[in-house]
């Protein structure tokens, strides 16, 4: 193991999931409020306990009353789907500078009621935030600017609707056999990817994720407080970000997903690991692309091979890398970057039911947010999680 | 236009004034680019250049010429008020200059625009106060510094 400030010396001691669906009628501060004491019951911890509280969802501030919570501190944190791995370095952050022991990280939310208010004060879902002048032409949503990489994609290697496609029933492969996910019970066939009408073209429906309700709050402390509760840890190795700005400038934008090779970099150099040792992943997927360009760029398969590498198996269970074995966000539940961190948690600390990996030591996490209304998004987050040895 | 869409004007959707000037050079007919005078980089929109910051940048006349760096076409109507639009083409061209520039393809069908194709800016009317541009193929299909 690495020397450093963050890997080895951190860790998730509780974790929260409420039920994950469609229209649970349930309000999302309610969700939170259950994610939070499931989180707390995981780890064998009270209320009094948490010393620091990071909200994730836009509507949090008011947040901490109705959860009874007594912290030394409570700040929200919004940058879309990476916002999740934030809230953990963030809380990791906390603990360093001696602001807290225990800090939890709480995700609620009900998009599907339509009662949900976002950042900017209106209405809607997550699929139809829009910004700026490209609204004029009627540029709305996160399927329109992640249509504009998987358009580059296809272009520069050939990539297919059928590799898309690829990505869709892989993935509910693996929901069809985990209950709880939107996908519980009913696999899907590549013809019926193919079926599906184009929403924005080349996004098929089954290209899509969609909204679900849930909450989901973990609970970060150091290992050695860790390994004093209930639940065996889920150490923290190493977590990293990047910032796509950099590749507008110099024009790559549309032709990278993300700016991932700088938070790679920084969650591997921390883990003191590679990617030949991560046994799952659990990449943020609104859109079937999104898995493919981040296989690429993680390295699980060459560049422009993403594609056929999931086309052939590569993300299956018995595959190079199993990907998304909760199905992902297209179909297993929407919390945005919680479903991966979720996964993540629970491969490591092997509760994957039907889609555990074997022996899986190490899951690569990922999160990217914030689409800004002209490209996929602008941030990125990367972290990796390991059993406790 | 048909139905009750709304329709957007640059000060809907617009976060401040930054980008006035654009909008207003729209009006007769010139498409305005955010240009840093020592080194001559071009933005859009409003920018601080990245190497030599705020106080060079002037709004310059530029060609309004490009090319379709990707592109998708909307079947969905996110906005009820767009139903009566789909299918359309929403296109990100790198403008001649180097700035990309987000607009809707008109002018042709919307399956005909591809990666690469020569697009050139058309102005709409809106009405007798705002004109937007938007891009349409460019029939002499070659740059044109203008």
Same mark, same amino acid.
């Given at each position: 193991?690495?020397?450093?400030?963050?890997?080895?010396?951190?860790?998730?001691?509780?974790?929260?999931?409420?039920?994950?669906?469609?229209?649970?009628?349930?309000?999302?501060?309610?969700?939170?409020?259950?994610?939070?004491?499931?989180?707390?019951?995981?780890?064998?911890?009270?209320?009094?306990?948490?010393?620091?509280?990071?909200?994730?969802?836009?509507?949090?501030?008011?947040?901490?009353?109705?959860?009874?919570?007594?912290?030394?501190?409570?700040?929200?944190?919004?940058?879309?789907?990476?916002?999740?791995?934030?809230?953990?370095?963030?809380?990791?952050?906390?603990?360093?500078?001696?602001?807290?022991?225990?800090?939890?990280?709480?995700? *609620? %939310?009900?998009? @599907?009621?339509?009662?949900? #208010? +976002?950042?900017?004060?209106? &209405?809607?879902?997550?699929? =139809?935030?829009?910004?700026?002048?490209?609204?004029?032409?009627?540029?709305? *949503? %996160?399927?329109? @600017?992640?249509?504009?990489? #998987? +358009?580059?994609?296809?272009? &520069?290697?050939?990539?297919? =609707?059928?590799?898309?496609?690829?990505?869709?029933?892989?993935?509910?492969?693996? %929901?069809?056999?985990?209950?709880?996910?939107?996908?519980?019970?009913?696999?899907?066939?590549?013809?019926?990817?193919?079926?599906?009408?184009?929403?924005?073209?080349?996004?098929?429906?089954?290209?899509?994720?969609?909204?679900?309700?849930?909450?989901?709050?973990?609970?970060?402390?150091?290992?050695?407080?860790?390994?004093?509760?209930?639940?065996?840890?889920?150490?923290?190795?190493?977590?990293?970000?990047?910032?796509?700005?950099?590749?507008?400038?110099?024009?790559?934008?549309?032709?990278?997903?993300?700016?991932?090779?700088?938070?790679?970099?920084?969650?591997?150099?921390?883990?003191?690991?590679?990617?030949?040792?991560?046994?799952?992943?659990?990449?943020?997927?609104?859109?079937?692309?999104?898995?493919?360009?981040?296989?690429?760029?993680?390295?699980?398969?060459?560049?422009?091979?993403?594609?056929?590498?999931?086309?052939?198996?590569?993300?299956?269970?018995?595959?190079?890398?199993?990907?998304?074995?909760?199905?992902?966000?297209?179909?297993?539940?929407?919390?945005?970057?919680?479903?991966?961190?979720?996964?993540?948690?629970?491969?490591?600390?092997?509760?994957?039911?039907?889609?555990?990996?074997?022996?899986?030591?190490?899951?690569?996490?990922?999160?990217?947010?914030?689409?800004?209304?002209?490209?996929?998004?602008?941030?990125?987050?990367?972290?990796?999680?390991?059993?406790?040895? | 236009?048909?139905?009750?869409?709304?329709?957007?004007?640059?000060?809907?959707?617009?976060?401040?004034?930054?980008?006035?000037?654009?909008?207003?050079?729209?009006?007769?007919?010139?498409?305005?680019?955010?240009?840093?005078?020592?080194?001559?980089?071009?933005?859009?929109?409003?920018?601080?250049?990245?190497?030599?910051?705020?106080?060079?940048?002037?709004?310059?006349?530029?060609?309004?010429?490009?090319?379709?760096?990707?592109?998708?076409?909307?079947?969905?109507?996110?906005?009820?008020?767009?139903?009566?639009?789909?299918?359309?083409?929403?296109?990100?061209?790198?403008?001649?200059?180097?700035?990309?520039?987000?607009?809707?393809?008109?002018?042709?069908?919307?399956?005909?625009?591809?990666?690469?194709?020569?697009?050139?800016?058309?102005?709409?009317?809106?009405?007798?106060?705002?004109?937007?541009?938007?891009?349409?193929?460019?029939?002499?299909?070659?740059?044109?510094?203008?």
């Amino acid at each position: 193991m690495s020397t450093g400030a963050v890997s080895g010396r951190f860790a998730v001691a509780g974790l929260g999931v409420t039920a994950q669906g469609v229209r649970l009628g349930r309000p999302a501060r309610d969700l939170r409020r259950e994610s939070l004491e499931l989180a707390l019951a995981d780890a064998g911890l009270t209320r009094r306990d948490i010393d620091g509280y990071i909200g994730t969802s836009s509507e949090a501030f008011d947040d901490i009353r109705h959860l009874g919570l007594a912290p030394g501190f409570a700040w929200t944190m919004q940058s879309g789907g990476a916002t999740a791995i934030w809230s953990l370095l963030n809380a990791i952050g906390a603990i360093l500078t001696g602001q807290a022991t225990t800090v939890v990280c709480v995700y *609620g %939310a009900a998009p @599907t009621g339509g009662r949900m #208010a +976002r950042a900017d004060g209106s &209405r809607g879902s997550f699929g =139809s935030f829009a910004y700026g002048y490209p609204r004029l032409y009627g540029m709305i *949503g %996160a399927g329109m @600017t992640h249509a504009l990489h #998987a +358009r580059r994609h296809m272009h &520069r290697y050939g990539t297919t =609707s059928q590799h898309l496609g690829a990505v869709a029933v892989a993935q509910r492969a693996h %929901a069809a056999v985990r209950p709880g996910t939107i996908g519980y019970g009913a696999p899907i066939t590549l013809e019926e990817h193919q079926a599906s009408r184009l929403v924005v073209d080349p996004f098929r429906l089954l290209d899509c994720c969609r909204d679900t309700d849930g909450g989901v709050a973990v609970i970060v402390t150091s290992v050695e407080r860790a390994r004093d509760l209930r639940s065996a840890p889920a150490v923290v190795l190493g977590v990293g970000t990047g910032h796509n700005m950099r590749n507008w400038w110099t024009g790559e934008v549309y032709d990278l997903h993300d700016d991932i090779a700088p938070a790679a970099a920084t969650a591997f150099g921390q883990a003191g690991i590679d990617v030949d040792d991560v046994d799952v992943a659990a990449l943020y997927d609104p859109f079937t692309i999104s898995v493919i360009m981040q296989l690429e760029a993680y390295g699980f398969c060459p560049e422009g091979e993403g594609g056929p590498f999931v086309a052939a198996g590569g993300t299956r269970l018995d595959g190079a890398i199993p990907t998304n074995t909760g199905g992902g966000q297209l179909s297993g539940f929407y919390a945005t970057g919680f479903t991966a961190v979720v996964e993540g948690l629970r491969q490591v600390r092997g509760e994957g039911g039907a889609t555990q990996v074997p022996d899986a030591q190490v899951a690569l996490v990922s999160g990217h947010g914030g689409n800004g209304g002209v490209q996929n998004t602008w941030a990125h987050a990367t972290m990796l999680l390991g059993v406790d040895r | 236009m048909s139905g009750p869409r709304r329709v957007l004007r640059p000060a809907d959707v617009a976060p401040d004034d930054l980008d006035a000037p654009f909008w207003e050079a729209c009006r007769e007919q010139r498409f305005l680019l955010h240009v840093c005078s020592a080194c001559g980089r071009a933005y859009w929109p409003a920018s601080t250049c990245i190497d030599h910051g705020s106080v060079r940048m002037r709004w310059q006349t530029g060609s309004g010429r490009g090319e379709v760096h990707t592109h998708t076409v909307v079947h969905h109507a996110y906005d009820p008020g767009l139903a009566d639009r789909i299918p359309y083409a929403i296109a990100v061209v790198r403008l001649d200059e180097g700035p990309f520039f987000h607009t809707d393809i008109v002018g042709c069908d919307p399956a005909e625009v591809a990666v690469g194709m020569r697009v050139h800016v058309v102005w709409d009317h809106l009405d007798d106060e705002t004109v937007i541009p938007r891009f349409a193929p460019d029939p002499t299909g070659v740059p044109d510094d203008g």
